[in-house]
């Protein structure tokens, strides 16, 4: 029993002294936020792409309607609005009435009109008769031409009182009919039924439909670039969330710089369209000349870093914020001019938590 107990301890020594072996793999750990700080973040990477025909810049604007595209409807007598027929914003044509009013004027100048044309008779008579006395010799010429005097006068105030007579469309009885004198809406209804109607202030405003202009505010960095007759456009969503272009040119350029806004101020016409209404504000692109190139990303790629635009641009595994120049910003994108080359990737999302980031 010896010899095999012995032949045991030593078969157990030398398995004891063999190396050992494993057949365990190598797993990838899940990243550790200490040393990733964009673990855990939901970072959408865009591509920068070019873009030609880069626009000056975007600016805002209020729609307005040109000088010629409001008339103002005046009475010339002062009276009483017996009738009304229209309200604001009621859309009218050309020559429709607008309003019934009376007024006691006229039927003085009516009467006043008939007592001139009875002067004109008389004057008439009489300068004739003086005429053919001065020719025979009766009277001296200077009776004769004094006679003709007074019929001009009294002529020249008959034309007068026709004029006033024929004015507003007055009847006999000093009722006026007021009317429009385009086609378009009424902005002012003034007068009520029944209440006053003075002639020294107008009691309609209509205004024309179909030419619209924008008022600009240009900073100082574009003034000396805009010129009148550079394109423009507006982007306005409709109703269906459906993207309208509308398109325009700029007509004027103020010569000199607001001093209250530091702005220079410029008009630019602009086409009718849904949504086009006066008194709207609007973001206006400038369009620039054809054939310069730009940079265009995502608008909310886009943040403010101490008083500059910035966007967060990958380098390697991090993204680092660079100073940018935009120049023109839709509601889904940013033209940039510079601080960007076509084929960088930004971040496009999570710009806010970059952002922080950086600032530690």
Do not use: W
């Not at 001296?140 to 007068?160: F, G, K, N, S, Y």
């Not at 003034?190 to 205004?207: H, L, N, Q, S």
């Not at 940039?336 to 930004?346: F, H, M, N, P, R």
Request: hydrophobic residues 45%; negative net charge; proline residues 7%.
């Amino acid at each position: 029993m010896k010899p095999r107990l012995f032949a045991s301890i030593a078969l157990l020594a030398a398995l004891a002294a063999l190396p050992a072996c494993s057949d365990t793999v190598e797993t990838e750990t899940a990243p550790d936020a200490a040393a990733d700080p964009l673990a855990g973040l939901a970072i959408d990477a865009v591509k920068v792409s070019e873009v030609g025909d880069l626009p000056l810049g975007t600016v805002l604007g209020m729609v307005t309607l040109p000088p010629e595209a409001r008339v103002a409807v005046t009475t010339p007598f002062p009276g009483a609005a017996v009738r009304v027929y229209v309200i604001e914003g009621q859309a009218v044509r050309r020559g429709q009435p607008l309003a019934l009013v009376r007024s006691a004027e006229p039927v003085q100048i009516r009467g006043d009109l008939s007592r001139a044309r009875s002067e004109v008779g008389l004057a008439e008579a009489r300068a004739n008769r003086l005429t053919q006395l001065a020719e025979e010799g009766v009277i001296a010429q200077a009776r004769a031409d004094e006679a003709r005097a007074a019929l001009a006068q009294a002529r020249a105030t008959v034309a007068e009182q026709q004029r006033l007579a024929s004015l507003g469309g007055v009847g006999p009885d000093g009722m006026m009919t007021l009317t429009a004198p385009i086609s378009g809406r009424v902005a002012h209804v003034g007068p009520e039924t029944g209440g006053p109607v003075d002639g020294m202030e107008a009691p309609f405003v209509i205004e024309a439909e179909g030419a619209y202009q924008v008022e600009l505010q240009l900073p100082e960095r574009l003034a000396k670039a805009v010129r009148p007759g550079m394109p423009v456009e507006i982007m306005l969503s409709n109703e269906g969330d459906e993207r309208i272009t509308v398109g325009g040119q700029i007509l004027a350029v103020s010569p000199s710089i607001d001093p209250a806004t530091r702005a220079v101020l410029a008009r630019a016409s602009i086409g009718a369209a849904p949504g086009i209404v006066a008194g709207r504000n609007v973001s206006v692109t400038i369009k620039g000349s054809a054939g310069t190139k730009g940079m265009a990303v995502p608008a909310n790629a886009v943040t403010r870093i101490g008083g500059d635009d910035h966007v967060f641009v990958r380098d390697g595994k991090a993204y680092k914020p660079r100073r940018v120049t935009v120049v023109a910003t839709t509601s889904d994108q940013a033209v940039i001019s510079e601080g960007l080359k076509a084929g960088e990737v930004v971040a496009a999302s999570s710009i806010a938590e970059l952002k922080a980031m950086s600032a530690e």
